[in-house]
């Protein structure tokens, strides 16, 4: 979500919902990577194909076999123990039929799992659609799976979901409503991370939008944490950690948490954005990062990272084609060995606003000051949801979609492929870069609010380097027009 629009529109335009099933076989299906490492599809089959729920009016479009928006966790004790959550059969008017994990114990083989957030799934949560997936694992390899209930015509609720897995992401247990609203609050965007170094610790973080009463000059949205201690069996009660009420039409999105292990130190990074009296335009948008030093129960004042200069994401030859990205969403990570704090985020910086790079900043003093943005994907071409970690060696790893093989004129298809960048120590001026996808028609790609891939992708170190899940189309193709992807890269 790019910019405000009335409480309706935005359970609309922010339900990018993902539906899951049941346990599943699923022999690991290899395509070569242009370096010749494995990608290995991780979405087989449509576990709900047969669900006849969700739709919205005459107008709502399924797109059938579309996996979208995935992330990934790989076990810190194990890293061929890897789950990966997907949006399954994606809506045109918000979400999806719901949620989908995917799991391994060789890093190779991946079976199916469906997760319990929608009423598609079996078992599952009293929800018409569900988005936004999340994942992560603890320490003592506890699989914590966030994500988001919404209801459209039944009820107007919005809910934020959590279960857990104590067997690498088989069966999940635990599904929790953390919390839920009716209109005019609308919940959005959540993530959830799970404590390196706290064992039974999470946290889900979230915005909560109050359009109370609806119309111009009446927006909030702060946002809201739940946390749980006992390894997901029980969740506190949703409460605020970021306000927004001191400025007018000002709301957060984006929250991710990342914990420094060296001090147990955490940080919330999210955008920030006040919009006009009408709400019509944004005035004003930074990124900003706030700590807790007491595992999330009391936080500091905000301090600004970086201007958000992100502008609309369009195909360059046909700018009235609406692409769907990760524009106000940022991707921050933590060097485990020596705490220097990252984050990547589409901005304009370096094209005079013409088009969204992938930008990096950084803070080597625990987020008390911010450098100036680097430019990371190459000049004069357009980038896209940007994913960074940082292995134990101190590289620093980027994935990001681009257009670089998108030829002048060429109006009916857009050519796009999935980029790793790494940094030596956080070293730009040592910046070495691969395409690790096929080159891929975004156009084929479910339409929903723009050609959607996912607001997200997802990339974590995994002991011996990096592993990314990406979302590639398929061409000519309308009852499978998306897969989810994972390899496992090395860093220099």
Same mark, same amino acid.
């Given at each position: ?11 609309? *335009? ?28 991780? /979405?087989?089959?449509?576990?709900? *194909? ?6 919205? /009016?005459?107008? /709502?479009?399924?797109?059938? $076999? ?40 060789? &890093? ?26 999340? +994942? ?6 506890? %699989?914590?799976?966030?994500?988001? &209930? ?11 979901? *959590? ?33 390196? #170094? ?24 702060? $946002? ?14 949703? @409460?605020?950690?970021?306000?927004? &009420? ?6 957060? #999105? ?18 920030? #954005? ?78 005079? &606003? ?8 950084? /803070? ?32 620093? *790893? ?35 870069? @691969? ?30 380097? +990096?592993?990314? %899940? ?10 499978? @027009? ?11």
């Amino acid at each position: 979500m790019r910019a405000f629009l009335p409480l309706t529109a935005v359970a609309t *335009a922010a339900l990018l919902l993902v539906t899951v099933t049941g346990a599943t076989p699923a022999a690991a299906d290899r395509s070569p990577a242009p370096d010749g490492s494995p990608l290995i599809r991780v /979405s087989h089959g449509d576990p709900y *194909a047969d669900c006849t729920i969700g739709a919205r /009016s005459p107008d /709502s479009v399924v797109y059938p $076999g579309t996996e979208v928006e995935p992330y990934l966790s790989v076990d810190p004790r194990d890293p061929k123990r890897v789950v990966t959550v997907f949006q399954q059969d994606r809506w045109n008017d918000g979400a999806a039929r719901g949620l989908v994990a995917s799991w391994t114990t060789d &890093g190779r083989t991946f079976r199916r799992s469906t997760l319990p957030f929608s009423l598609c799934a079996p078992g599952g949560a009293d929800f018409e659609r569900a988005s936004d997936p999340w +994942v992560s694992t603890g320490p003592d390899g506890t %699989v914590y799976a966030g994500g988001e &209930g919404v209801d459209f015509t039944r009820s107007t609720r919005s809910a934020l979901l *959590a279960a857990t897995s104590r067997d690498g992401g088989r069966t999940w247990q635990n599904l929790t409503t953390t919390h839920v609203d009716e209109e005019p609050f609308f919940n959005d965007k959540p993530s959830l991370t799970a404590d390196p #170094i706290r064992k039974g610790t999470a946290y889900q973080v979230w915005n909560r939008l109050d359009n109370d009463p609806p119309g111009p000059s009446s927006l909030d949205g702060p $946002g809201y944490i739940s946390l749980t201690r006992d390894g997901g069996r029980t969740w506190s009660e949703a @409460r605020p950690f970021v306000d927004t &009420g001191t400025v007018p039409n000002t709301q957060t #999105i984006g929250h991710v948490i990342v914990v420094d292990r060296r001090t147990g130190t955490l940080y919330d990074f999210f955008d920030r #954005i006040t919009y006009s009296d009408d709400l019509s335009t944004v005035t004003e948008a930074h990124y900003a990062v706030v700590t807790s030093t007491d595992a999330g129960e009391t936080w500091s004042a905000p301090t600004t990272v970086a201007r958000d200069t992100s502008v609309p994401e369009v195909d360059p030859n046909d700018p009235t084609k609406l692409l769907r990205a990760a524009a106000t969403l940022p991707s921050p990570a933590v060097d485990p060995k020596t705490g220097t704090l990252y984050m990547a985020y589409e901005g304009s910086d370096f094209t005079g &606003g013409s088009f969204d790079s992938v930008q990096l900043v950084r /803070s080597t003093d625990g987020g008390r000051t911010w450098g100036s943005p680097e430019l990371i994907s190459p000049p004069d071409v357009p980038a896209f949801s940007p994913s960074i970690a940082v292995d134990e060696r101190g590289t620093v *790893a980027l994935t990001y979609y681009d257009l670089r093989f998108v030829e002048p004129g060429d109006t009916t298809t857009l050519p796009t492929a999935y980029q790793l960048a790494t940094l030596p120590h956080g070293d730009a001026r040592l910046r070495s870069e @691969r395409r690790i996808s096929r080159v891929f028609d975004w156009l084929q790609a479910p339409f929903a609010g723009g050609y959607f891939l996912g607001d997200y992708q997802g990339l974590v170190a995994d002991g011996k380097g +990096v592993r990314a %899940v990406l979302t590639e189309t398929h061409s000519d193709a309308p009852q499978n @027009r998306t897969d989810v992807y994972t390899t496992s890269l090395p860093t220099p």
